[in-house]
């Protein structure tokens, strides 16, 4: 398990929210009792490694360049443990709320030299080999997915451009991997609906779902929207659960060793580099809460390993600041948008002469939860909403 740009404020945070919320000042995480350490993380070339060099470093045992997937320094393609996992006969699968072609998903079952090479990444998700017939093995070879179980966003990287089917293509060609993937035998999803069936119908692997053209929404805007997503929790216990009944059934025919699955908590790290608190800590909430789930399951599994690292640190939080080295906690707990979906909603609102009232009368108030701004705040996130994405998301995070 990876909690993407998850640092050690980001952490205290969280905690003291939680400790405040519920009244008990020794609150702990399922992460606080199998805490092992630290760990100093950086790529081959820059002091601060970025996911996909540090997805790498877990997936290969090596440094490489910042933006590297499943490669060395010098752009050769390094075995993964994911690989591994399935040339010994494991199951496998990722599950992420990023895009399923970023970073972190990638440097497990892919080799490019830019992680920004997403169009070649998916079609590599989508590869087949050989396992099995060793010298010293009776059992036939066989073809196999490399990853049995895929969950996340990014569908458009899989539809072709000019198509709408099932979403707006953002493939700079026109291969279908969508339809490649139904044709050899993928059980293909998008809908909410069809992602609760799983629990019903029990799908012969491989299965991918994709529920988001791009990155899949933020915890706070997931609740906010009714739930057409699953959240991370619930894409975990339900691959977790595909894995799980597909290799005891193997271990009937004698031909099961387990399973191999990495389950990303990404969009930490998206609300970090926002600078977006209260939305960073409901994510950070949601990866304790499939923790908890995961630990359940390898409780009920002893034979089963976890481990639950990060892979560097975004938005250089700081909790307290001089000369009182005040924050409250608090203070998050009415807020119940995004900076993301406030600032794509003020961006559809610019041409309207009547975007400060919105601002403040609608951001402020019954997005944020501040009912006392001043009239420099709302000019700022006026203005704001005229430059461009990152501007205008720090600007409504640091309100």
């Excluded at 993380?41 to 997805?55: E, I, K, P």
């Excluded at 009547?354 to 709302?378: C, H, M, Q």
């Amino acid at each position: 398990m990876i909690s993407d740009g998850f640092g050690q404020a980001s952490e205290a945070m969280a905690r003291a929210y939680m400790e405040q919320k519920g009244g008990n000042m020794q609150w702990a995480s399922g992460l606080d009792s199998v805490l092992v350490g630290s760990v100093r993380t950086r790529s081959s070339d820059t002091w601060v490694t970025d996911s996909a060099a540090g997805a790498t470093a877990y997936s290969c045992a090596l440094k490489t360049y910042n933006g590297a997937i499943g490669v060395d320094r010098d752009g050769r393609a390094c075995g993964t443990v994911l690989e591994a996992a399935k040339l010994h006969g494991y199951l496998t699968g990722l599950v992420t709320t990023a895009r399923i072609t970023h970073a972190t998903p990638a440097a497990f079952a892919a080799h490019v030299v830019d992680r920004d090479m997403e169009d070649l990444i998916a079609q590599q998700l989508l590869t087949h080999g050989t396992v099995g017939g060793g010298s010293e093995s009776n059992e036939k070879r066989r073809i196999v997915p490399l990853v049995d179980v895929m969950f996340g966003g990014g569908l458009c990287h899989f539809v072709p451009d000019g198509s709408t089917d099932p979403v707006r293509g953002c493939r700079s060609d026109s291969v279908d991997l969508w339809k490649a993937a139904q044709a050899s035998g993928y059980t293909a999803i998008t809908e909410r609906r069809d992602f609760d069936s799983l629990a019903n119908k029990s799908p012969s692997l491989p299965v991918l779902g994709l529920f988001a053209p791009s990155h899949m929404d933020y915890e706070i805007d997931r609740k906010q929207g009714g739930g057409n997503q699953p959240s991370l929790q619930e894409m975990t216990l339900r691959a977790l659960d595909l894995l799980n009944k597909q290799q005891q059934q193997q271990q009937k025919q004698a031909n099961s060793t387990g399973f191999f699955i990495m389950i990303e908590g990404a969009r930490i790290d998206m609300a970090g580099h926002d600078n977006d608190p209260a939305t960073h800590l409901h994510d950070i909430l949601e990866y304790w809460r499939t923790v908890d789930k995961v630990r359940a399951f390898v409780d009920a599994n002893p034979d089963t390993l976890l481990v639950s690292t990060s892979d560097h640190e975004t938005g250089g939080l700081t909790l307290g600041i001089d000369p009182q080295y005040l924050w409250h906690p608090q203070l998050l707990d009415p807020v119940n948008r995004s900076a993301e979906s406030i600032c794509s909603d003020l961006r559809g609102a610019l041409s309207d002469d009547s975007i400060e009232d919105y601002v403040s009368e609608t951001v402020f108030p019954k997005y944020l939860g501040i009912s006392n701004a001043t009239d420099a705040e709302i000019e700022s996130v006026v203005d704001a909403a005229g430059k461009d994405s990152k501007k205008c998301k720090r600007t409504v995070g640091n309100v």
